[in-house]
DNA sequence: CAAACAGTTGAACAATTATTCAACTATATT
DNA sequence: AATATAGTTGAATAATTGTTCAACTGTTTG
């Protein structure tokens, strides 16, 4: 099956299109980064790791600061922990999470100046 | 209502979410910012901002690309167009996509910094 | 003008996903 | 040991979303 049969195109710009094929990258990578962006593509989860960026929180006291249920909050921090994204630690019944790395708080920042232009 | 009462909880570190609490954006903001993550939270849509980083491509092209229908490709064109992320021209039966500024590779480039670590 | 092609669009369908609810574990307190 | 609280979990539900399909618009060419 050649592409142009998939795509239903007859007259396509080859050179152009197979210089871009040269620079594209491995399908699984792709998965990964829009994995990796979906995270962000989620007004609680932004919220949460916005709020970690100040201070090291406990799943009750980001329940509190949202105005959700912990278990809302903590199905979202356990999305937020498989990308890597925050980090926890346990002390007595409290669990406190904070930001994994500085990549988060450059990856919203970044979203927050295409926004505001 | 109280907060407590949303989020069901007795001891919450106040002095911390009230801090906290004045760093926060308005709900505004961050479904907005999450919209825009959105865009680069599908595979598809990651793949055409990628590919429009090295040249503008036509419909045609980007679908001989991605190996994808020329429908599927103009639906997430649409999306990408709505949150200002590429921009087009029209050249007789063409049209023309590119990325409608450099915010697009940094994010991704930040993206996959992230990935490869 | 008619045929061919690039591109768009809306509806439909399947798949994904965010929150709720109830039940559960584990730690702390009395 | 019993109770209370912090947190997690799985199933269920509702909402969102990506692709397909068919029909459509607009431009080009013979």
New binding site residues.
Partial sequence: MTDESVC?????HETEVSNTKKTMLKDDDYIALS?LY?MF?????IKLLHALEKSEL????L?ALLG????????????LKLSDLVK?R???????YSLADDHVKLIIDMGLEHINE
Avoid at 41 to 45: I, L
Avoid at 68 to 79: D, F, G, P
Avoid at 91 to 96: A, K
């Fill in positions: 239903q195109c007859d007259h396509i994995t979906k593509a989620d007004p609680t989860r406990c799943v009750c006291d329940a959700m249920t912990k278990s809302a909050i903590s199905h979202q921090l356990k999305a926890f346990k002390e007595g019944q409290n669990v406190y």
